[in-house]
């Protein structure tokens, strides 16, 4: 998660979304709207890579707890300013990767807008960490692009570096579902099947779902896991 800690945090990662052109917004808002419908009142959340707690915030609105972390200072920092009182959510600086909380924490743990790829960490561990902090009979859930999104979410990420947001687009590399900056930036995104592999490594049977023809949602019950 360097780039997210060191390149792209706090303001500037707000300033990201702010210039999301309207077919990215819908993007944004169908992941959230869909994250909400998998959590319920009584829940405990916990959401990887929480930036500057854009979707914490929604999730403090109908859920019991939650809990946002990141990597980045600068990013936890806007989100302790923007957080309101009467919320309840907590905002703390870990690795997704190495989670320092008990076993069974959480109802839900939630990894969306392409974190799984994004964070540049072991998929793996990733997972298995999320499935470890999980309660039986909880849920994880996590996303990435679904692929027909590519030419929006490639003009996104163009707006980005055309304000000086993140690095210069390299479009000689940039192609099949992989964004590449020359800033040494690069993200790519998960497929039914990369999802499907990536659960049979811990013995899971995911649901896999395309949301609004821009999220690819892999969702996995932690009382699903194959003894």
């Not at 979304?17 to 994250?35: C, G, S, T």
């Not at 909380?101 to 298995?128: E, H, K, M, S, Y």
């Amino acid at each position: 998660m360097g780039y997210y800690a060191d390149k792209l945090s706090g303001e500037r990662l707000r300033k990201c979304y702010e210039i999301a052109p309207p077919r990215v917004q819908q993007y944004l808002a169908a992941e959230i709207q869909h994250v909400l419908s998998r959590v319920g009142v009584e829940y405990t959340v916990l959401e990887l890579g929480c930036g500057y707690g854009r979707v914490v915030f929604e999730l403090a609105r109908i859920v019991r707890q939650v809990v946002g972390i990141d990597t980045s200072l600068h990013s936890l920092a806007l989100a302790q300013q923007l957080a309101k009182p009467e919320i309840t959510c907590e905002f703390i600086s870990m690795d997704a990767a190495n989670l320092g909380f008990a076993d069974d924490t959480f109802d839900a743990v939630v990894c969306i807008q392409n974190g799984i790829c994004a964070f540049g960490i072991d998929q793996v561990l990733l997972l298995r960490e999320a499935l470890r902090v999980t309660r039986q009979g909880g849920t994880v859930l996590l996303s990435s692009y679904a692929e027909r999104f590519w030419p929006h979410r490639y003009q996104w990420f163009e707006l980005q570096a055309g304000r000086g947001l993140i690095g210069e687009i390299d479009h000689d590399s940039t192609r099949n579902g992989v964004i590449v900056c020359k800033d040494g930036f690069r993200a790519g995104a998960m497929s039914p099947n990369d999802f499907r592999e990536l659960c049979l490594q811990l013995g899971l049977r995911p649901k896999i779902e395309e949301v609004d023809g821009s999220s690819l949602f892999c969702e996995v019950n932690v009382s699903s896991k194959l003894h």
